[in-house]
């Protein structure tokens, strides 16, 4: 089991940037792929962005493409989301989410919350007008 805890949400003007890091424990993120999604208020939690076990793939949702990039660091069992280009909309909870992958499937990313069986708590993203 992996144990995965996200950090760098605050407050920033539209047009900002910020990084967001989940960093993990317990078994080697090596194993995963990795997700990143986000909760407004009032509202289901959505995809953002996903990438495989191995880093190769990635994917995004069309509301942030251009702007955000998800990348990975194994060495340092760390997932980060670079955010920029920041808008209000973007505002929300956002999440850190792992699902243990065989090297068979090394290449797959995954886009929806019920594919992942491990999340963070959350880190607050607000982005003022």
């Known amino acids: 089991q992996v144990q995965l805890v996200e950090s760098g949400g605050g407050l920033v003007q539209a047009g900002g940037s910020l990084r967001l890091s989940c960093a993990t424990s317990?078994?080697?993120?090596?194993?995963?792929?990795m997700g990143w999604f986000r909760q407004a208020p009032g509202k289901e939690r959505v995809y953002v962005a996903a990438?495989?076990?191995?880093?190769?793939?990635?994917d995004y949702a069309d509301s942030v493409k251009g702007r955000f990039t998800i990348s990975r660091d194994n060495a340092k069992n760390t997932v980060y989301l670079q955010m920029n280009s920041l808008k209000p909309e973007d505002t929300a909870v956002y999440y850190c989410?792992?699902?243990?992958?065989?090297?068979?499937?090394?290449?797959?990313?995954?886009?929806?919350?019920?594919?992942?069986?491990?999340w963070g708590q959350g880190t607050q993203v607000t982005v003022s007008s």
């Open positions: 317990g078994r080697t993120i090596s194993y995963y792929a």
């Open positions: 990438i495989s076990r191995n880093g190769g793939n990635t």
């Open positions: 989410a792992a699902r243990e992958v065989d090297y068979l499937r090394a290449n797959n990313y995954y886009t929806s919350t019920f594919q992942y069986g491990n």
